[in-house]
Every structure is written in C-alpha cells, then in structure tokens.
C-alpha cells in the first residue's frame, strides 16, 4: 500500500465519521445543499472541478486543482532548500 492510498483511505474515513457524529443538520451533504441555494453556479463548479479533477478529466491547463498544488509544491521545495 502505497501513502497516497493511506491519504484516500484517510480522508474517506473522516469524511464518513464526520456524517456518522455530525448533529442533525450538520452534515456535508446538507452543507452542500445550503450553499447550492446560496451559490449555485460556483458550489457546482468547485464540485465539478473537484470530481474532474480526481477523475482526471481535465487538460492540465485547465485543472485549478493540480495548477494550485504543482505551483505549491514548488514554493515548498524552494523555501524548504533555502532554509537548509
């Protein structure tokens, strides 16, 4: 097992336990349903960008999501060897 499959594995398992201990009303799901009345276009946007992004349905010029953390990572690696 790789760590990117402990990350996925982690991450779900948060996901779930947060719903599973969430008050009524409380969890992601109906957080999402708040801000579908509130923003529609952008709430499905990010998820649709999110979920292409995962599924790796998008040309790299226009995936956000990996331009973001590429961009970081380098930032990282360049303080993170200035600071050695």
């Not at 969890?27 to 999110?50: F, M, Q, R």
């Not at 930032?75 to 600071?83: G, I, P, W």
């Amino acid at each position: 097992m790789q760590s990117r499959d402990r990350a996925v594995i982690a991450l779900m398992g948060g996901v779930v336990l947060y719903d599973l201990t969430s008050a009524p009303g409380q969890t992601i799901s109906e957080a999402l349903d708040d801000y579908l009345e509130k923003h529609p276009v952008l709430t499905c946007a990010c998820v649709g960008l999110t979920a292409a992004h995962l599924l790796n349905r998008l040309p790299w010029w226009v995936d956000v999501w990996g331009l973001f953390f590429k961009a970081s990572a380098r930032v990282l690696r360049k303080q993170l060897d200035e600071s050695s």
